[in-house]
């Protein structure tokens, strides 16, 4: 058997694994999720993984899905491994949420422009996706933060009591 200190080490290897396995599947559930409404708004009689634009790429429906759901995956992990950027205590909560505003985008921005969710001819285009995503970001940013300042507060009111 392992000495206590191994133990622990393997078991928080398998809880930050299992943590990315789940991240992975969130990512390509919150993929299925959003293109699903795009094809339900878009009144498609095929399902698109993505653009279908990124489809006209490949011979099968198949391979382009899976790329997508891949791509969302990694989203999910890599998503989950910059959320660790608001443990580094040295920075102030605005280095550390504009590091990560700055990050995201890099990746989101990256996955779509693969994944053709955009056609970027001008420059007026590029601000708007920019624009979008700051909007939405900071939406879900802000919900993270009242979340967070709920649970300071109900561990400030416990220590008092």
């Not at 910059?82 to 920075?91: M, N, V």
């Not at 420059?123 to 967070?148: K, M």
Request: glycine share 6%.
């Amino acid at each position: 058997m392992y000495n206590k200190q191994t133990q622990d080490h393997i078991n928080s290897v398998s809880l930050f694994f299992g943590k990315l396995i789940i991240n992975f599947c969130i990512g390509v559930t919150i993929m299925v999720l959003i293109s699903t409404i795009f094809n339900l708004a878009n009144g498609s009689k095929l399902y698109y993984a993505t653009s279908p634009a990124f489809y006209e790429d490949f011979e099968t429906h198949l391979i382009p899905t899976l790329i997508s759901f891949g791509i969302g995956g990694i989203i999910g992990v890599i998503a989950t491994l910059l959320s660790e950027i608001y443990s580094i205590e040295k920075l102030s909560l605005l280095c550390k949420s504009l590091l990560h505003l700055g990050s995201m985008f890099v990746l989101i921005f990256s996955a779509g422009y693969y994944l053709k969710w955009y056609h970027l001819k001008s420059l007026s285009e590029i601000i708007s996706v920019l624009a979008t995503f700051i909007i939405i970001y900071f939406v879900i940013w802000t919900i993270g933060y009242l979340q967070a300042k709920r649970e300071w507060q109900h561990i400030n009111d416990q220590l008092k009591s």
